[in-house]
Structures are given as C-alpha cells and as structure tokens.
C-alpha cells in the first residue's frame, strides 16, 4: 500500500538515483578522453576481475528471478542486493582500470595500439560482431542505470505493483548487460598484452 510518507521517501531516493547515475554517465563518459592517471600501480589485472564480477551479477538476477517466481520475496530481495554489490564493485574496477590504463583495441595484435589494414584483414568479421556486442553493452549500461536504482526506490518503498511493473523490462535488461560484459571481455581477451 502506498502510504504518502514511502511517496515522499521515493521521490527524495529517485533524486539521489538521477543525480548518482548523471555523475556516473559523466566519469566514465570521459575516461577514454581524459589523460591517464599513474597511480604507481599496474591495474592491468582488472579486465578479468570486474568480467567476473559482471557475471557473478548476471548469476544473482537469474536468482533473483527464480526467486519471485516461486514467491520467496525475501530470497529475491537478497539476490538484488548482492546483484548491485557486485555491480557497484564491477562499476568502482572498470572505472579504476580505464582512468589508468591504456584503451585496447579488438585486433590489435601487436600492441601496438593501432590497428593496421593487416590486422583488419585477420580479425575479418569477428571486429563487427564485436564491436555491435560492445556497443550495445555500451548504450544499455549507461541507458539502465537510472532504471535500475529506481526500480530498487520502489520496492524500497513498499510500492511493489509499480515495482514490478518496471522489473518487467529493467530485469531483461540488466541481465544483457551483465552477461554481454564478460562475452565482449572474452573476446577481447587476447589483444591484452
């Protein structure tokens, strides 16, 4: 039942959720032009971390999912709650490793960071498929965000019909991304030097 103070609480959470995910579209939209930063270590170990902690997302929505489904509301709450742990730890690696590290291209086999008309030829198809993977990871990961924390407002606020109205399509989702992380990682996985 919607109470008018859980109303009041989910419009002030919502606040927080929009300006949070502006913050974020903002940082990680400019890590690929802003300068690298040398923090004296070499975070080139993350790729593989925060593609794990992607899919360990991955397997706490399909959790949760199985959860509601079998109307165990406690068991899926948990489930979302360690799905955005491990989501806001994915979010703190990936934006740790691209303000430190070099961009690596799908292709480049020589590491050199530029991709030549030889190695355009090798790769073939393979960099097209990648490349769409990517970018629809990309639009949806950024595109989500918002969606995501304020679906997590309503049911936070006991407003379960509007939660789950939204689930219906944030979930599907969320899920993609979650899953087509670590695909575009494995893929890219033999360009990391």
């Known amino acids: 039942m919607q109470t008018e103070k859980n109303l009041v609480l989910e419009k002030r959470l919502n606040l927080v959720a929009y300006i949070f995910s502006a913050i974020v579209l903002l940082l990680v939209g400019g890590l690929r032009s802003l300068p690298k930063i040398d923090l004296g270590v070499d975070f080139t170990f993350l790729p593989p971390f925060h593609a794990s902690l992607n899919a360990l997302a991955a397997v706490f929505l399909v959790l949760a999912f199985f959860y509601v489904k079998q109307g165990d509301y406690s068991r899926h709450s948990q489930m979302i709650y360690i799905a955005m742990f491990f989501s806001a730890l994915f979010l703190i690696s990936y934006v740790l490793y ?3 590290s070099p961009e690596i291209i799908y292709g480049d086999a020589n590491h050199d960071g530029l991709l030549s008309a030889d190695e355009k ?54 899920l993609y991304v979650a899953v ?14």
Do not use: D, E
């Open 98 to 100: 691209h303000a430190t």
């Open 121 to 174: 030829v090798a790769v073939g198809s393979s960099r097209t498929v990648y490349l769409l993977l990517l970018a629809t990871h990309i639009v949806l990961a950024g595109g989500i965000l918002p969606f995501i924390l304020l679906t997590f407002n309503r049911a936070y606020t006991h407003q379960y019909a509007r939660h789950k109205k939204m689930a219906k399509w944030v979930f599907p989702l969320w």
């Open 180 to 193: 087509t992380g670590p695909l575009c990682f494995w893929m890219l996985k033999p360009y990391y030097q």
